[in-house]
């Protein structure tokens, strides 16, 4: 959000829909019940947090950075911290690094809820090297005076050919905060989210595809599904393709993620619904950005508000493909170069309350993931966290059963309506399954009672 400154699977039926009986339905529905019950984290239907508000992950350590190198404590990849910084600060933290394997940190800083900002208050994040050597920088602003939270990164990237930031060592994660007259003095809190991407097995072509559909095809047109965005990145809402339906309250800021896997394209359009109250223009009433599975920062949109609806869309962007990153680091291509969950991050701007009030306001977002999946690049071993670039079995069995409702293969009713909740929520927590074999078992019963 704001400017960017940068270097598996279950099928359906063919021919019909699979109809459930009345005791199917019966356990469907406890399944839906216990599927609303799992922690935030875990579920589509996670409540999203309070305007001004972000969940932080519930396991981030704390971390206290640095105001030198040499007291800068180390951060593990596949490990998130939590830390603060002060006005005006710089901070550093530690990375201990192989030869080989890609390195990437994103850095996300929340204003507390009072906080004032300016469109330029900026929050800077660099890679360096000992020897001062930058291996990446970036900077993310707010572009409006809506406090929300802003997200930037740094990479290490190991690739051969004379980078000064190839080897093994000691590297530094430099956290620069850069604020404007009129910002509230207080502390930013930060979440500090490190990985690692392993070599590959063989190296290929260096160079970024440049032949791809930049087409933007017809967005989703099905009946909106609700779906509460997430009050973070670890606790996103998981959608795939179809249109979904949400309220965010002015300063409020919603997380959904979109399993994309290796050749599939992300199409997103986001529209504010039109308001009963009159009110004046509104700039950067809402935001929608784009990130990647290392929560690196892809593309944004943003939406103009005058009480009329209001649609817009992230710019075509290519199939998911390792080479991608060879494209400019500024380009959003380079963004697109790996599979797994990619962040859609939507902020309301609080500037709406005076101008509408409080709402809640109407967001639809229109999804499209097309293509079919391949087999993506053989890495020579496993990211940490595990699976961070993958597409897991459950995310894509959402992913199709949402393409089967898209495509309107026929059949109606609360039974087919709770077994696509249920879809879509994923099945595999252990009280899902108990609730459905318990309630099915005492059907069954009394059933084989009455007969």
């Keep these: 959000m704001g400017l960017r400154t940068t270097w598996g699977r ?19 529905v406890a399944a839906v019940l216990c599927a609303a019950a799992v922690p935030a984290g875990g579920t589509a239907l996670a409540a999203g947090a309070s305007p001004g508000s972000y969940e932080f992950d519930e396991d ?36 201990e690094l192989d030869a080989t394997s890609n390195v990437y940190v994103s850095v996300t800083a929340v204003p507390r809820a009072d906080a004032t900002v300016t469109p330029t208050d900026s929050l800077k994040v660099s890679v360096q090297n000992a020897n001062s050597r930058s291996c990446s920088y970036d900077t993310a602003t707010f572009g409006s005076r809506s406090p929300h939270p802003i997200v930037a990164w740094g990479e290490r990237e190991a690739a051969p050919g004379g980078s000064s930031c190839e080897g093994a060592g000691t590297y530094y994660v430099v956290v620069e905060r850069v604020d404007r007259s009129g910002s509230t003095p207080g502390a930013w809190d930060l979440e500090l989210a490190p990985v690692s991407e392993p070599r590959l097995r063989q190296t290929g072509s260096t160079e970024a595809p440049e032949d791809w559909n930049s087409a933007s095809p017809t967005p989703p047109l099905s009946e909106a599904e609700q779906r509460e965005g997430g009050g973070g990145f670890s606790r996103a809402t998981t959608i795939g393709q179809g249109v979904w339906r949400d309220h965010p309250r002015p300063g409020q800021t919603l997380f959904y993620k979109v399993p994309v896997d290796w050749g599939q394209q992300l199409y997103a359009t986001a529209e504010l619904g039109s308001s009963s109250s009159d009110g004046s223009l509104v700039a950067s009433a809402l935001d929608m950005s784009l990130y990647n599975p290392v929560r690196a920062h892809i593309d944004d949109v943003s939406l103009h508000y005058n009480g009329s609806q209001k649609s817009e869309s992230l710019d075509p962007l290519p199939p998911v493909a390792y080479d991608n990153r060879y494209a400019n680091r500024s380009d959003p291509v380079s963004g697109m170069r790996f599979a797994g969950s990619y962040y859609l991050v939507v902020h309301l701007a609080e500037q709406m309350a005076e101008e509408f009030g409080d709402g809640p306001f109407g967001l639809t977002l229109r999804i499209r993931v097309s293509g079919t999946a391949d087999a993506g690049p053989r890495y020579a071993g496993k990211a940490e966290p595990p699976n961070l670039f993958d597409v897991t079995a459950q995310e894509q069995t959402a992913q199709e ?5 898209e495509g309107g293969s026929g059949g ?24 459905v074999l318990g309630v099915w078992t005492v059907m069954a019963r009394r059933r084989a009672r009455a007969w």
Excluded: H
């Design 10 to 28: 279950a099928r359906a039926w063919p021919g019909r829909r699979l109809r459930p009986s009345r005791y199917a339905r019966v356990a469907v």
């Design 60 to 95: 981030a350590r704390p971390v206290e950075g640095a105001t030198g190198t040499t007291e800068a404590e180390r951060l593990d990849v596949a490990t998130t911290y939590r830390s603060s910084l002060p006005q005006g600060g710089k901070l550093f933290y530690r990375l």
């Design 401 to 405: 059963q949402e393409a089967v409702i």
């Design 412 to 435: 109606s009713g609360s039974g087919d309506a709770a077994m696509t909740v249920v879809a879509v929520s994923g099945i595999g927590a252990g009280t899902v399954l108990v609730a």
